[in-house]
């Protein structure tokens, strides 16, 4: 199988070539991982938005000027001069958008991390790797495993907030929002989505907001008690017009991701509370230090079946190859993904 790596622009991600790669000898320390499947969604946009300021393009270097956006995936190890990796081992975890690549694998206390100088400061949650035995949710795990976590860990980070009844969720169409409002319904709060008009009346049949509005929409929102707004979209102005409609009952905004990434910030404005940054590592670091990195890891597997289990809605959609994955980027990235849709890649 001839191998490569799907490289992006990073100054215009529109700009995407399939490019050739030629394997090297392995080093002492590493080993060659084949990519079996990953999946492709809104949030790995968000990283190559944001990949200069958070290090994402750190992760899998590329020529200048170029950039490898993370996926979160599957691969096996196909040679290997580490003993604790041998040929064979199935990890989940961090990948780049290509046929295979090579890491500087090591044992670790909960499953294997990077070694490789490149990645000594980035964050630790990004560099973990799990065994991963074969599953029949693999396609789902591949899917959700990054984005349900991000829900898991915003719902437990607002339910630290006694005082929130209500949340208002911009990007609802998007998974993690989904997922968010999933966790949060079970949590008996009201769950107010935001969405364009092309998806509101499909995602309010999935019976997960308890209202959908359209962004034009937002002037008429009005919350029970308490809320916060998490926003997904990364859009100033819309992130205005629902501060100014929340009013004095808007507690918290939250950023999570940019999906309106040409939205642009501008310097609108923005009243009420200030909108702070959810970075997900750190409500990881903090409950595997309450919890133990067992029992979170425990916890979200739970909710990621019964998620699965009550979403007979979402469809999971295959590509394969070079052409797979092109026609996949460039549908995530123009935003012509439809919501109840998960998009897999398997570059072979």
Same mark, same amino acid.
């Given at each position: 199988?001839?191998?490569?790596?799907?490289?992006?622009?990073?100054?215009?991600?529109?700009?995407?070539?399939?490019?050739?790669?030629?394997?090297?000898?392995?080093?002492?320390?590493?080993?060659?991982?084949?990519?079996?499947?990953?999946?492709?969604?809104?949030?790995?946009?968000?990283?190559?938005?944001?990949?200069?300021?958070?290090?994402?393009?750190?992760?899998?270097?590329?020529?200048?000027?170029?950039?490898?956006?993370?996926?979160?995936?599957?691969?096996?190890?196909?040679?290997?001069?580490?003993?604790?990796?041998?040929?064979?081992?199935?990890?989940?975890?961090?990948?780049?958008?290509? +046929?295979?690549?090579?890491?500087?694998?090591?044992?670790?206390?909960?499953?294997?991390?990077?070694?490789?100088?490149?990645?000594?400061?980035?964050?630790?949650?990004?560099?973990?790797?799990?065994? %991963?035995?074969?599953?029949?949710?693999?396609?789902?795990?591949?899917?959700?495993?990054?984005?349900?976590?991000?829900?898991?860990?915003?719902?437990?980070?607002?339910?630290?907030?006694?005082?929130? +009844?209500?949340?208002?969720?911009?990007?609802?169409?998007?998974?993690?929002?989904?997922?968010?409002?999933?966790?949060?319904?079970?949590?008996?709060?009201?769950?107010?989505?935001?969405?364009?008009?092309?998806?509101?009346?499909?995602?309010?049949?999935?019976?997960?907001?308890?209202?959908?509005?359209?962004?034009?929409?937002?002037?008429?929102?009005?919350?029970?008690?308490?809320?916060?707004?998490?926003?997904?979209?990364?859009?100033?102005?819309?992130?205005?017009?629902?501060?100014?409609?929340?009013?004095?009952?808007?507690?918290?905004?939250?950023?999570?991701?940019?999906?309106?990434?040409?939205?642009?910030?501008?310097?609108?404005?923005?009243?009420?509370?200030?909108?702070?940054?959810?970075?997900?590592?750190?409500?990881?670091?903090?409950?595997?230090?309450?919890?133990?990195?067992?029992?979170?890891?425990?916890?979200?597997?739970?909710?990621?079946?019964?998620?699965?289990?009550?979403?007979?809605?979402?469809?999971?959609?295959?590509?394969?190859?070079?052409?797979?994955?092109?026609? %996949?980027?460039?549908?995530?990235?123009?935003?012509?993904?439809?919501?109840?849709?998960?998009?897999?890649?398997?570059? %072979?």
């Amino acid at each position: 199988m001839a191998a490569w790596d799907l490289l992006v622009d990073r100054k215009d991600l529109r700009k995407a070539q399939i490019v050739p790669t030629q394997a090297t000898a392995l080093a002492d320390g590493e080993v060659r991982l084949e990519v079996e499947r990953f999946s492709l969604t809104a949030n790995n946009i968000t990283y190559g938005i944001i990949g200069d300021a958070f290090g994402y393009w750190k992760f899998f270097p590329a020529p200048d000027g170029l950039g490898r956006i993370p996926v979160w995936g599957f691969a096996t190890v196909t040679e290997s001069r580490v003993a604790d990796a041998p040929v064979g081992l199935r990890l989940f975890g961090y990948l780049p958008m290509s +046929t295979g690549f090579v890491m500087q694998l090591a044992k670790a206390r909960n499953g294997f991390i990077d070694r490789a100088p490149h990645r000594a400061e980035l964050p630790p949650t990004y560099n973990a790797y799990n065994e %991963a035995p074969a599953d029949p949710l693999d396609d789902h795990r591949a899917l959700l495993r990054p984005l349900l976590m991000t829900s898991f860990l915003l719902d437990d980070f607002l339910g630290e907030d006694e005082a929130l +009844t209500s949340l208002v969720l911009s990007s609802a169409s998007s998974k993690t929002a989904l997922g968010l409002a999933w966790f949060a319904k079970a949590r008996g709060r009201e769950v107010i989505g935001l969405s364009s008009p092309a998806n509101a009346k499909l995602i309010a049949g999935l019976g997960l907001y308890d209202k959908v509005l359209t962004y034009d929409d937002v002037a008429s929102l009005k919350t029970k008690g308490a809320a916060a707004f998490v926003d997904f979209a990364g859009d100033r102005a819309a992130t205005a017009k629902v501060h100014a409609a929340v009013g004095d009952s808007l507690a918290r905004s939250i950023i999570v991701g940019a999906t309106h990434w040409e939205a642009g910030g501008g310097q609108v404005e923005i009243p009420g509370p200030t909108p702070s940054l959810f970075f997900a590592p750190d409500q990881i670091r903090k409950r595997m230090a309450d919890w133990g990195p067992g029992e979170v890891e425990a916890r979200f597997d739970k909710g990621l079946r019964a998620f699965v289990a009550d979403s007979p809605w979402l469809n999971l959609v295959q590509h394969q190859g070079q052409q797979g994955l092109t026609d %996949a980027y460039h549908m995530v990235l123009e935003g012509r993904v439809r919501p109840q849709d998960g998009h897999i890649i398997r570059p %072979a």
